[in-house]
């Protein structure tokens, strides 16, 4: 049973930075991907950034290109999302997700997910 659990969510200021955490377990990831989605009150969940675990290519969307890094710890089973340079509209729940295979930027081809951790960036 894949269980995905993130942290480090909260509430910063316009240009602040934190990270995110998501803590994987209950298989070998060697053959997946890993990545982060996230929803704003309103719209749809949207892509924000995948790192393949086993090599670590890393894709991310255009939105958050340039300002979030993704990483994953082999050895500790974790990935993490560091998000520098925020700004309000990046405000949103964040999920970590686990896919068998490639990254995809479509959220209906992951199929593990965590419960969601807030991320709210005051103006």
């Known amino acids: 049973q894949v269980q995905l659990v993130e942290s480090g969510g909260g509430l910063v200021q316009a240009g602040g930075s934190l990270r995110l955490s998501c803590a994987a377990s209950g298989r070998t990831f060697s053959t997946y991907t890993m990545a982060w989605f996230r929803q704003a009150p309103g719209k749809e969940r949207e892509f924000v950034a995948a790192?393949?675990?086993?090599?670590?290519?890393?894709s991310y969307a255009d939105s958050v290109k340039g300002r979030f890094t993704i990483s994953r710890d082999k050895a500790k089973n974790m990935v993490y999302l560091q998000m520098n340079s925020l700004k309000p509209e990046d405000t949103a729940i964040y999920y970590c997700?686990?896919?068998?295979?490639?990254?995809?930027?479509?959220?209906?081809?992951?199929?593990?997910w965590g419960q969601g951790t807030q991320v709210t960036v005051s103006s």
């Open positions: 790192v393949t675990w086993s090599g670590g290519s890393t």
């Open positions: 997700a686990a896919r068998y295979g490639f990254p995809v930027v479509s959220g209906r081809a992951y199929d593990h």
